[in-house]
Nanobody
Framework: QVQLVESGGGLVQPGGSLRLSCAAS????????MDWYRQAPGKQRELVAT???????AYADSVKGRFTISRDNAKNTVYLQMNSLKPEDTAVYYC??????WGQGTQVTVSS
C-alpha cells in the first residue's frame, strides 16, 4: 500500500520560512518523480515544484527563487524549503507521485 505523509506545515509570518517533508512508503521511491502541489481556498490545485528521479527540478513562476525542492532517496523523503513566504502562499500543500498517489496535505498559513 502506497502512503505519502506530509509534515512541517504551520503558521508563519510574512517573510518567514518553513520546510515541508513528504515521507513515502510502498513504492520504489528512487524510481519516481516527486511533486509538490498546493490548493488555496476557492482555487484549483496547482503544481508548485517537481524533482525528477534523476534530480532535476522545476518550479512554478510564482515560487522561483524562494522555494527549493529536494529529495533524499535513502530516507524515501522529498522536501520543500519555502523562504520569503507571502500571504498568497497560504494553502494546503500536497505531495504527489506516480501519476496517482496523493498525500493527505499539510496546511501552510502565512499571516501576521
Amino acid at each position: 500500500q502506497v502512503q505519502l505523509v506530509e509534515s512541517g506545515g504551520g503558521l508563519v509570518q510574512p517573510g518567514g520560512s518553513l520546510r515541508l517533508s513528504c515521507a513515502a512508503s510502498g513504492i520504489i521511491f528512487s524510481f519516481h518523480d516527486m511533486d509538490w502541489y498546493r490548493q488555496a481556498p476557492g482555487k484549483q490545485r496547482e503544481l508548485v515544484a517537481t524533482v525528477t528521479s534523476g534530480g532535476r527540478t522545476a518550479y512554478a513562476d510564482s515560487v522561483k527563487g524562494r522555494f527549493t525542492i529536494s529529495r533524499d532517496n535513502a530516507k524515501n523523503t522529498v522536501y520543500l524549503q519555502m523562504n520569503s513566504l507571502k500571504p498568497e502562499d497560504t494553502a494546503v500543500y500536497y505531495c504527489y507521485t506516480a501519476g496517482v498517489y496523493w498525500g493527505q496535505g499539510t496546511q501552510v498559513t502565512v499571516s501576521s
